[in-house]
């Protein structure tokens, strides 16, 4: 194929660097996206060198109401079209709705949830034009069920997953391709960042962030809509699925203690 490109926000560590480079591995040009721009400067470079092909470093915070269009207007300057769009960027807090920081559950709502779907609407037009590349949204399994004592989050992972699954299908009668990644627990910054060192979730086992880029990778390329990774999560997640609603809450509030 001729070489295509791909645009990955939270690109500096976690999943969301694993798919980078997981990405640049197989040929594909990245752009990098996160808030951190020495840092993504560093990597870029790194996957320059390593992989041979071309990486970009776009700083961007999205917590920013304008943060798509000052994306775009970035995109335009420096000519990069996007064939493949990964909406890796979210983070999450533990404890009880009323007690966090009202501006941190807003700016989690605008980074997880309208960042992801102004990107790609920015985005997904063309590739629909062109008929080539995809979406693939990074959620959680915390889409599957509520989750007292991280209400907001696991609400916008119900929204990541849900609106993917209708990209899918929007799409089908096209060439590309629209996954949902769907990880449980998994070692990656995001657990210091939501205070959720101790909490029972991860005492039961995380993956690591490669295994999870890994099977999120093969997953887009399979046009798989919903990727649960991990054996354990699948379990969950069906789990989730199957059981009375009131048990999964419950059963989310001990684990997220």
Known sequence: MSQQTVLITGASSGIGLELSKKFAAKGYAVVLLARSGAR???IAEEIRMTFKVQAYAIEADLRLANATTLIAEELE????VID?????AGFGLLGAYAVLDAQQQLDMIQVNIMALAGLTRLLLPGMIQRNTGGVLNVASTAAFQAGPNMAVYYATKA???SFTEA???????TKLHVSCLCPGPTETGF????NMENVNLFKLGAQSAEEVAEYGYNAFQRNQAIAVSGLKNKFLAL???LSPKFMTRKIA?????
């Open 191 to 194: 657990v210091a960042a939501a």
């Open 239 to 241: 789990s989730a699925k």
């Open 167 to 173: 990209l899918h299908e929007e799409v089908a009668q």
């Open 159 to 161: 929204f990541v997953l």
């Open 40 to 42: 993504l400067e560093q």
């Open 84 to 88: 493949i769009l990964v909406n890796n």
């Open 253 to 257: 509030m001990v684990l997220n203690r």
């Open 77 to 80: 300057r420096r000519k990069l």
